[in-house]
T-cell receptor, first 112, second 111 residues
Framework: GDSVTQKQGQVTLSEDDFLFINCTYS??????LLWYVQYLGQGPQLLLK?????NKGISRGFEATYDKGTTSFHLQKASVQESDSAVYFC???????????FGTGTTVSVSP | NSKVIQTPRYLVKGQGQKAKMRCIPE?????VFWYQQNKNNEFKFLIN????????QIDMTEKRFSAECPSNSPCSLEIQSSEAGDSALYLC?????????FGPGTRLTVL
């Protein structure tokens, strides 16, 4: 079945550092890949969507890309701020009923 | 920003008690999902609806969990007899084509 792997559990950065988070996926269909951000005490917020059609998404300074050859997708931001401290999840839109298949999350901590 | 509304935000129950939570999806989103997020940030899909009809549900929800999405009323998820292992954040999401928009969640604590 479909699956997503997100290996980076924790990333610690300073302001203005570069952020890069990687996920790998497995699916038998054309993938639609989503990135969510979850701040403390809130539900996940949709950050970006990437499909085979657009290959790349950009929002709020974040950029998402995917690589079909390595079945991986990435989230990056050139210069993080303290307010970017949150948990970031990658997710694959599942087949059939389209329930999301989430990675295990990357906790990003940015110090001023 | 998501317009999915979930109530209550926090719910505390004793073991064996009923726990009920509600969700109002975004207007115009016909598909509603319920997920359980545990303290390790793992998401578990529970059930989803399209226009009041169940599309999919996992085995867990067929036993102690029940859910409905009546027309012109909030969707609800109810646990008939809460167990300690049910303590989690319960998230409701509504969907356009692919993107799912989440509410803030109901944090259930079972003592």
């Amino acid at each position: 079945g479909d699956s997503v792997t997100q290996k980076q559990g924790q990333v610690t950065l300073s302001e203005d550092d570069f952020l890069f988070i990687n996920c790998t996926y497995s699916t038998t269909t054309y993938p639609t890949l989503l990135w969510y951000v979850q701040y403390l005490g809130q539900g996940p917020q949709l950050l970006l969507k990437v499909t085979t059609a657009n290959n790349k998404g950009i929002s709020r300074g974040f950029e998402a890309t995917y690589d079909k050859g390595t079945t991986s997708f990435h989230l990056q931001k050139a210069s993080v701020q303290e307010s970017d401290s949150a948990v970031y999840f990658c997710a694959l839109v599942g087949q059939g009923g389209r329930a999301l298949i989430f990675g295990t999350g990357t906790t990003v901590s940015v110090s001023p | 920003n998501s317009k999915v509304i979930q109530t209550p935000r926090y719910l505390v129950k004793g073991q064996g008690q009923k726990a009920k939570m509600r969700c109002i999806p975004e207007k115009g989103h016909p598909v509603v999902f319920w997920y359980q997020q545990n303290k390790n940030n793992e998401f578990k899909f529970l059930i989803n609806f399209q226009n009041q009809e169940v599309l999919q549900q996992i085995d867990m929800t067929e036993k102690r969990f029940s859910a409905e999405c009546p027309s012109n009323s909030p969707c609800s998820l109810e646990i008939q007899s809460s167990e300690a292992g049910d303590s989690a954040l319960y998230l409701c999401a509504s969907r356009t084509e692919y993107e799912q928009y989440f509410g803030p969640g109901t944090r259930l604590t079972v003592l």
